[in-house]
């Protein structure tokens, strides 16, 4: 088994785009280390679209690293990045180019898979621009799940076609280890709400091996970088970084991780939250509503050492008291036992419940907790 826990890592996309070279992820790859993102579980250094050639080699027909950004080649820099303890990522596109029109794989695949191993790749993000219309979205999938398995490496396979084609449906038989099951995130409240949202019934898929991504995260841009159409406020990042935990969802940073503040990285290395994420059994959480507001979402996850993840998230403009009824969860009154809470955030005493749990949340954060039944 390649991929028992969601992936964790960092990708150039977000903040950098076709802004990238060997310095800046040298640089962030240092981060990871020093900054103890390491430590924390961060694993993957993923370069997106825009390091290649705009043409392919006329000899080898091989994508070519771009020498201005990479003028030591991808191996000398999939060396740099596994000398630090780390795995290296990079991308490609299922049609005839990537969605910022460098070369794509199609009818490449197996070439280009076994030019990825020779580099030392370790994750390959595969998108779906440029496709062309004769060939169905599946099918370029397996084409790619079947190279890379023959390149000789273990190469996680990140599916990328933003969930077209029922993806969910069908994704894990191609040998995918996560798929991309929405649109591209931006750094702004509404969106990272309404991709949660739309995953809620659709995480069922989602499992080891093959987990549902919901995008790489804009915690901590702060409205600076290349999706940020907007910005998030540190509630908004609590909020975000949360859902994705409870979804057992890819953690992928996508802010410079240079520059993140005290805030931004207490958050993303929050052992606790991270391992609701990590979580072996990746369950979906069950989820409800506030009785007359959807904005106001409960979320109760299952975990392998028999205790409860509880969230409460907050997508409205005010500040709101969320009750959660125990009965709804699978906790009636009848059974005879009270719940005793722990709050992630190690801001609030532990506190115990009885037949439902009711917490003040302001506008746009959420109050998360591991609990445990106690019997009275
Ligand atoms: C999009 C993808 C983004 C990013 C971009 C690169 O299709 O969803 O995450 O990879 O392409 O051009």
């Known amino acids: 088994m390649l991929v028992k826990k969601p992936p964790m890592g960092w990708n150039t996309w977000n903040t950098f785009g076709h802004d990238i070279n060997e310095e800046l992820i040298r640089s962030s790859a240092d981060v990871f280390v020093e900054a103890g993102l390491r430590d924390a579980g961060y694993e993957y250094v993923v370069i ?73 790749v370790d994750f390959l993000k595969y998108d779906f621009c440029y496709k062309p219309t004769s060939v169905d979205g599946p099918t370029l999938y397996r084409r ?18 933003w969930g077209s084609d029922n ?15 929405t649109g591209d995130i931006n750094d702004n409240p509404e969106s990272y709400r309404s991709i949660a949202r739309s995953q809620l019934d ?41 859902l994705w935990c409870m979804f057992s969802a890819p953690l992928m940073l996508g802010c410079d991780i240079r ?51 509880l969230g409460f998230f907050n ?9 959660a009824i125990l009965a709804d969860y699978g906790l009636p009154a009848s059974a005879g036992y009270d719940v005793r809470l722990h709050d992630v955030f190690g801001k609030e005493e532990d506190k115990t419940w009885r037949e439902y749990v009711r917490v003040n949340v302001p506008a746009h954060d959420c109050r998360v907790y591991t609990m445990e039944l106690v019997q009275r």
């Open 167 to 181: 993806v969910w449906q069908w994704i894990r038989s191609t040998g995918a280890h996560m798929y991309r099951s």
């Open 48 to 120: 997106d679209d825009c390091w290649s050639k705009k043409v392919r080699d006329p000899q080898t027909d091989r994508l070519v690293p771009e020498p201005e950004k990479f003028p030591s080649g991808m191996k000398a820099l999939s060396d740099y990045i596994h000398a630090k303890g780390l795995k290296f990522g990079m991308y490609s596109c299922a049609g005839q180019r990537t969605c910022a029109d460098y070369p794509g794989s199609f009818d490449h695949e197996f070439l280009d898979a076994k030019t990825f191993a020779e580099w030392g």
């Open 202 to 242: 659709k995480l069922g898929a989602s499992a080891p091996e093959c987990f549902n991504d919901v995008d790489m995260l804009t915690v901590g841009m702060y409205g600076k970088g290349l999706v940020a159409n907007g910005g998030c406020s540190d509630a908004d990042y609590r909020s975000q970084f949360a």
């Open 315 to 323: 997508m409205d403009e005010k500040d709101a008291e969320i009750p």
């Open 144 to 161: 790619m799940g079947m190279a890379l398995r023959a390149s000789g490496r273990d190469i996680l396979f990140s599916a990328c076609n």
């Open 259 to 309: 520059k993140m503040n005290e805030e931004t990285l207490k958050l993303v290395t929050n052992r606790e939250l991270i391992a609701i994420d990590q979580d072996e059994e990746a369950r979906p959480p069950m989820w409800g509503h506030h009785p007359w507001s959807d904005k106001l979402l409960v979320l109760v996850k299952h975990l392998a050492n028999g205790k409860y993840a």
